[in-house]
């Protein structure tokens, strides 16, 4: 039996928060092959200071012996932009690519992946999960409530679990929420978060790179 070649890729997934833990490594769990390539994960416990903590990362990234056989790194920021999408991101991504992207590098590529306003602004995508975690009676569930999901935010979500005697606190991971929404609605939806996984595919090897539906 031919020996299987180590993929020399791997990749340094930073988000911001509980609840990006729990909706991005189920995302990639549904469409990033298993075993495909290694993944290691951080949280950046919210976006303070985020291009030092994003910075601080890297070094411990490339400094951990586990990984030093990774030869092509790819860094993937996950972060909210919190607000609209004329409102500038918090991370300095040409700053750091300056600081480690160079010739003999092993870092590859700093990708920002950045929701517009939030994280929450896209689960209203599947609005019709949220009223369904929330309990809401069909007759009550207003579909068409929110049009512009860009319009949308953590705070607006969070009114909405209160109205039905629930709570919602940014950054905290709420059981079962992310579990009952529809990935791949969610998915089909944002064109920031297709575009990631597509980066993430090309570094995976063909026999290995379809995705679950």
Request: glycine share 6%.
């Amino acid at each position: 039996m031919a020996k299987t070649e180590k993929n020399p890729s791997s990749i340094l997934f930073l988000y911001e928060g509980e609840t990006e833990d729990d909706f991005y490594k189920k995302i990639f769990k549904k469409y990033i092959p298993e075993r495909a390539i290694r993944c290691n994960f951080g949280n950046l416990k919210g976006v303070y200071n985020v291009t030092e903590k994003v910075r601080n990362k890297i070094k411990a990234y490339l400094e951990n012996r586990s990984f030093q056989d990774c030869e092509d790194i790819n860094v993937f920021v996950a972060i909210d932009r919190e607000g609209d999408r004329s409102t500038p991101d918090l991370l300095r991504l040409a700053e750091l690519e300056k600081e480690f992207i160079y010739e003999g590098s092993r870092i590859k590529k700093i990708h920002g992946l950045i929701a517009t306003q939030d994280l929450e602004s896209w689960f209203f995508h599947d609005l019709g999960g949220i009223y369904k975690h929330l309990q809401v009676p069909v007759k009550q569930r207003k579909m068409n409530a929110y049009p512009n999901k860009d319009k949308v935010n953590n705070r607006v979500l969070s009114g909405l679990f209160h109205r039905y005697k629930k709570h919602y606190q940014k950054g905290r991971r709420v059981a079962g929420f992310v579990d009952g929404l529809d990935l791949g609605l969610i998915y089909e939806n944002v064109p920031e978060l297709k575009q990631a996984i597509t980066a993430i595919h090309a570094l995976v090897p063909a026999q290995k790179s379809v995705a679950k539906k």
